[in-house]
């Protein structure tokens, strides 16, 4: 999408507290911030010198939290607690992802903080759900992927449980909140009341198995691992160039018949075992080597020009480093520029959403640690006088 002039973008009259820490919260809290919402990310005080929020510099932190503004605010501290409720008055949103347990142990839950402002939109991320017998449980994402099911039906047969290489259930879990936030503020136009919206790891990595949970649910399969071929539509999988790999999607009738007579094999539609669907994935063995030994004598990129103008969906299969260098990745705009002020030109990712007349260019820079507390303490009505006292007691 074209850099264009923007104008105020659609979450701006939004105020958000973001509690979060690791990676589901902030993943919710960047799409958030990333549509203009002021976010005010609230962190520890430093300890000894360091800070506790992790490697600032890093590029997993700079990549979560740009586009927020950043205080540090002890919460466990009587006065660091009021300020906290000062501006969960005037918030629109919070955000955290604590263990259950701990945010009515520092009172800044839903039920404290609606009593004060009850417009408050308030969005929950834990491992397990907010109750109920792993509701206590600490969780993080490889743990959710094997109770959530994803890991016993990742690899290759045989090969035993693999995990996923993203963390894919704190991703979706920071996407899923953000939709939920999102529903939630729009309810809020209708009634004037905020609510409480949760997700967990464990949900979202079942509602995430999606054919694979209902195949169980409505038929009784238990999906088994199935490597590189799609699950039920044959032949769609990796075969071999002669130099490197590539991805092939000829599943269902159609193209299966035009696969054939691409790689110059008309005769394999016509095979008694592989014209039906289900003879093609009872014998996808098969029918996999057979098309390996033609895609094989031939580079990579000789099959994709075929296979695209024959109209088969067809793809390389790129490191990260090609991704980036890929034209239509460029073209998107996926690699982000930004300035920090100390680090210099980053790069980051980019939002994957485009809104036409909006601009998605990635704002400010993560801000360095407590760089706005005073700004932010200002907005509620405290004075330099009460924010340096504050300071002097390690509040802030």
């Avoid at 996407?175 to 790891?201: H, P, Q, Y």
């Avoid at 694979?212 to 071999?240: C, Y």
């Avoid at 890929?326 to 790069?347: C, F, N, S, W, Y």
């Avoid at 507390?373 to 924010?387: F, M, N, Q, R």
Wanted: contains cysteine; hydrophobic residues 40%.
């Amino acid at each position: 999408m074209p850099d264009i002039a923007q104008p105020q973008l659609p979450l701006a009259r939004l105020v958000v507290l973001d509690l979060t820490l690791a990676r589901a919260g902030p993943t919710c809290v960047r799409h958030l911030a990333d549509w203009g919402a002021d976010v005010i990310r609230i962190e520890p005080p430093a300890a000894g010198g360091e800070d506790i929020a992790g490697d600032r510099d890093g590029f997993d932190f700079q990549n979560l939290h740009r586009n927020k503004r950043c205080i540090n605010l002890d919460l466990k501290s009587p006065e660091g607690h009021a300020a906290f409720m000062r501006l969960a008055a005037k918030a629109d949103v919070i955000v955290e992802n604590m263990r259950s347990a701990v945010k009515f142990r520092l009172k800044v839950d839903y039920d404290t903080v609606r009593a004060i402002n009850p417009r408050i939109v308030y969005g929950s991320i834990s491992g397990f759900g907010q109750d109920g017998p792993y509701g206590k449980r600490a969780g993080v994402d490889q743990i959710a992927q094997g109770m959530g099911g994803l890991m016993s039906i990742t690899g290759l047969p045989g090969q035993g449980p693999v995990r996923v290489g993203i963390p894919i259930a704190d991703l979706t879990a920071g996407n899923m909140l953000a939709f939920g936030i999102m529903t939630a503020l729009f309810d809020r136009e209708k009634t004037g009341l905020g609510r409480w919206v949760t997700t967990s790891l464990l949900e979202v990595q079942v509602f995430m198995l999606d054919f694979q949970a209902s195949r169980w649910l409505m038929k009784g399969e238990v999906a088994p691992q199935a490597g590189n071929d799609h699950p039920t539509g044959i032949p769609t999988g990796v075969f071999p160039a002669s130099d490197g790999f590539i991805n092939i999607a000829a599943s269902g009738g159609r193209l299966w018949v035009r696969l054939c007579e691409t790689i110059e094999h008309p005769e394999w539609a016509q095979h008694p075992d592989w014209k039906t669907q289900a003879g093609r994935s009872k014998n996808r063995a098969a029918i996999n080597a057979a098309i390996g030994e033609v895609t094989k004598l031939k580079p990579a990129e000789y099959w994709i020009d075929l296979f695209e103008e024959a109209g088969i969906p067809c793809g390389p299969i790129n490191t990260i480093d090609k991704v980036f260098a890929d034209p239509q990745v460029k073209h998107l705009g996926m690699a982000q520029p930004i300035t920090h002020p100390r680090l210099g030109v980053e790069h980051i990712v980019a939002s994957p959403v485009n809104q036409v007349g909006l601009s998605r260019a990635i704002r400010t820079a993560t801000a360095e640690a407590g760089q706005h507390t005073d700004e932010v303490l200002a907005s509620v009505g405290y004075s330099p006088a009460e924010i340096s006292a504050m300071r002097a007691k390690g509040v802030v």
